[in-house]
């Protein structure tokens, strides 16, 4: 029959599969393909029906995606994990999905991601969500915020962005056990590499792979770690919102990933003299870092992630002013002045003019989300040129 086709059907039909032969790839396949072909109806009719595993469309699922929430699942410790375009896809999914389905009711931190705050006010106010928030350091707080309805998720960060606070996981999860609710981890400050909340009792664990799991920064990733119940509502949101992590994002991040334990060892070793040099320096009036034993949670953080404080370091200008914070951005050179934390490269953000714009001025200020407050995701740079660095740009202040 191949003989017989013409050249317009031989381009379009050659080299469909790669050529068989011994050796396996070290590096997993790209498989860059939305469509999938299969030997019978009766298959596709199986696949689709999901009484057996295989792929159908791109927005199903790949084999490159699910690699990748493979290789999640198991270094999170759950049985199953869903990726997805981005971290507030994957948080969108799960709070739409899960959490809130049917009248479901959460409870979260009240100095959580600001986009992730705005989506929780954004879905209280258009689609009467019921959403309480609290501050998760005060145990009796969360313990009444609990009793007061029934309440499906507790939603908390393990390390908050941009404050830093700690969130006392094993507490939380028993807290929330006790009254039939589940906790939820977005574990993205910590990653994987400081802590890993499923160890500690939390029940979800959620991850924007674009941060630290990825860590070059030129992927954007989100996902949700969870039971096979929950992930199949994932997948099921994944299909029919379209929030699906495209196989070639899915590839960059699983080879991000391989370095992941390395570079958080530099990064947090580094974020820790850092913290120290800001502390003792005159411009500075506060250092948010949990390593520091004036940190608050210093003795959880100890205790809950194993010698590692991970490598986000947020500090207040003693001039606490938005004209103070501009000076010293606007001197930064080998650190970039950018909106988003994780990767090789150190970077400053400003939370006051982006994560937490959209927040009340009154209440980012009631959070102690000051105008003087900066952000600096520690890189794998020498931590000596990023000490000099930091000096130069505070002398400008
Ligand atoms: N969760 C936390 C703690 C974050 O810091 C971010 C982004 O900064 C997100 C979720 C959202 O992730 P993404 O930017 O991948 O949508």
């Known amino acids: 029959m191949a003989e017989a086709e013409r050249l317009g059907t031989r381009v379009v039909r050659a080299a469909r599969s790669l050529p068989s032969g011994a050796g396996e790839p070290v590096v997993p396949a790209l498989v860059q393909s939305v469509a999938f072909d299969h030997a019978s109806a009766a298959e596709q009719d199986a696949i689709f029906g999901n009484e057996r595993p295989g792929y159908v469309y791109g927005?199903?699922?790949t084999p490159t995606a699910a690699a990748l929430g493979s290789a999640l699942a198991a270094i999170e410790g759950t049985e199953a994990a869903v990726t997805f375009a981005s971290g507030m896809a994957a948080i969108h999914a799960y709070f739409t999905g899960c959490a809130l389905r049917d009248g479901g009711r959460i409870v979260a931190q009240e100095d959580v991601y600001g986009a992730v705050r705005a989506m929780l006010e954004r879905l209280r106010r258009e689609q009467a969500a019921d959403v309480v928030f609290v501050d998760p350091t005060d145990h009796a707080a969360v313990a009444a915020a609990l009793d007061s309805a029934p309440t499906r998720v507790l939603h908390v960060e393990s390390i908050s962005n941009p404050l830093l606070r700690v969130t006392d996981v094993a507490a939380l999860a028993a807290l929330a056990h006790d009254r039939g609710a589940v906790l939820a981890v977005d574990a993205t400050f910590a990653s994987p590499a400081v802590?890993?909340?499923r160890e500690h009792g939390a029940d979800v664990v959620i991850h924007s792979l674009t941060k630290y799991i990825n860590g070059h920064g030129d992927v954007m990733g989100g996902v949700v770690c969870g039971s096979a119940d929950v992930?199949?509502?994932?997948?099921?949101r994944?299909?029919?919102d379209g929030g699906y992590l495209p196989p070639h994002e899915a590839w960059l991040i699983l080879r991000g990933m391989r370095t992941l334990e390395l570079r958080l060892r530099r990064q947090c070793e580094s974020a820790l003299l850092v913290a120290r040099h800001l502390a003792a320096h005159p411009k500075v009036a506060r250092v948010h870092y949990p390593g520091l034993p004036s940190h608050p949670q210093h003795a959880l953080a100890a205790r809950q992630f194993g010698g590692r404080y991970?490598?986000?370091v947020s500090f207040v200008l003693r001039s606490d002013t938005k004209e103070a914070a501009f000076r010293f951005l606007d001197a930064l050179d080998l650190i970039a002045s950018a909106t988003t934390l994780g990767d090789l490269y150190s970077e400053v953000l400003y939370p006051a003019i982006s994560s937490h714009r959209r927040i009340d001025p009154r209440?980012?200020?009631r959070l102690g989300i000051s105008d003087g407050l900066l952000r600096l995701s520690v890189g794998?740079?020498?931590p000596a040129d990023l000490i000099t660095e930091l000096d130069r740009a505070l002398a400008t202040v």
């Not at 992930?231 to 099921?236: H, K, S």
Request: aromatic share 4%.
């Open 59 to 61: 927005r199903y699922g």
């Open 195 to 197: 802590t890993r909340p």
């Open 231 to 236: 992930a199949a509502e994932m997948r099921d």
């Open 238 to 240: 994944a299909i029919i």
């Open 310 to 312: 991970g490598g986000v």
């Open 363 to 365: 209440e980012r200020a």
């Open 380 to 382: 794998i740079e020498d």
